[in-house]
C-alpha cells in the first residue's frame, strides 16, 4: 500500500517570504500522480499544483513549484512570496496510474501560518 | 458553474442513530469519491462510483457504511447504528472522467459528531 508523510505538521512564514514543504512517499508502482491540495480554514479543498511521475521537470503554478525527486520519492511544495491568503492545510496527495486503485491517498498535512 | 455541494453541513447524531449524507457532484462528472477526515487528520478515501457503478468500496469502515449513486449523479452515504468514532468530515469529490491526472473537485464537507 502507499503511505505519503509529511514531517512538518505546522510551518510559519513571514508574508513576502519564501517557505518550502516537506513530503515524502512510499510507492512500489512506476506510473502515479502526485499532487498538493490546499484546505483553507471552514473552506474547500482545492488543487494548487500536480506532478505526474514520468516527467522529469518540475512542475510549476505562479508562485507555487515542487522540487520532485523521484529516487528519493520526495515532493516538496515552494511557496514563493507568500500571501495571507496561503495560510491553510497543506495535503501532499498521491494517486496511482491507470491500473491502479482510483482514490487519492492524503499525508497527515501541513498547516501554514502566514505572519503580517 | 456550481462546484460540489453536500448536505447537511453538519449533523449531530445519538449514537445509534441512522444518518444520510449528500451529495451533488459537479453536474457531468462520471467519477465520484467519498472521504472521511477526522479531526487534525488527512481525509481517507471510503468508496469510489463510475456513473452508477461503485467500482471500489475497499474504504468502507465497516457493513454499517453504505454508498449509493443510483442515477449515476448524487450519491447519498448512509451510516447506520453510529458509533462515536464515525464522528468526523465526510469529503465528496468528483472528476470529469476519473483518469488519474485529473483534478478531483471538493465539496465543503458534511460535519458529523456523534454524541
Given at each position: ?8 505538521p ?7 517570504e519564501t517557505v518550502?514543504l ?7 508502482e512506476?506510473d ?8 483553507p480554514?471552514?473552506?474547500q479543498m ?14 510549476t503554478?505562479n ?29 501532499c ?9 482510483n ?6 498535512g501541513t ?5 503580517p | ?8 453541513r ?6 445509534g ?12 462528472h462520471?467519477s ?9 487528520q488527512?481525509?481517507?478515501f ?7 457503478a ?9 457493513d454499517r ?5 443510483p442515477e449515476g449523479s448524487?450519491s447519498?452515504l448512509?451510516i447506520q ?11 465528496c469529490a ?7 491526472q ?9 460535519r458529523?459528531?456523534?454524541?
Amino acid at each position: 500500500a502507499q503511505t505519503v508523510t509529511q514531517s512538518q505538521p505546522e510551518m510559519s512564514v513571514q508574508e513576502a517570504e519564501t517557505v518550502t514543504l516537506s513530503c515524502t512517499y512510499d510507492t512500489s508502482e512506476s506510473d502515479y500522480y502526485l499532487f498538493w491540495y490546499k484546505q483553507p480554514p471552514s473552506r474547500q479543498m482545492i488543487l494548487v499544483i500536480r506532478q505526474e511521475a514520468y516527467k522529469q521537470q518540475n512542475a510549476t503554478e505562479n508562485r507555487f513549484s515542487v522540487n520532485f525527486q523521484k529516487a528519493a520519492k520526495s515532493f516538496s511544495l515552494k511557496i514563493s512570496d507568500s500571501q495571507l491568503g496561503d495560510a491553510a492545510m497543506y495535503f501532499c496527495t498521491y494517486r496511482g496510474g491507470m491500473n491502479a486503485g482510483n482514490m487519492l491517498t492524503f499525508g497527515g498535512g501541513t498547516r501554514l501560518m502566514v505572519k503580517p | 458553474g456550481a462546484g460540489v455541494s453536500q448536505s447537511p453541513r453538519y449533523k449531530v447524531a445519538k449514537r445509534g442513530q441512522d444518518v444520510a449524507l449528500r451529495c451533488d457532484p459537479i453536474s457531468g462528472h462520471v467519477s465520484l469519491f467519498w472521504y472521511q477526515q477526522a479531526l487534525g487528520q488527512g481525509p481517507e478515501f471510503l468508496t469510489y462510483f463510475q456513473n452508477e457503478a461503485q467500482l471500489d468500496k475497499s474504504g468502507l469502515p465497516s457493513d454499517r457504511f453504505f454508498a449509493e449513486r443510483p442515477e449515476g449523479s448524487v450519491s447519498t452515504l448512509k451510516i447506520q447504528r453510529t458509533q462515536q468514532e464515525d464522528s468526523a468530515v465526510y469529503l465528496c469529490a468528483s472528476s470529469p472522467t476519473g483518469t488519474p491526472q485529473e483534478t478531483q473537485y471538493f465539496g465543503p464537507g458534511t460535519r458529523l459528531l456523534v454524541l
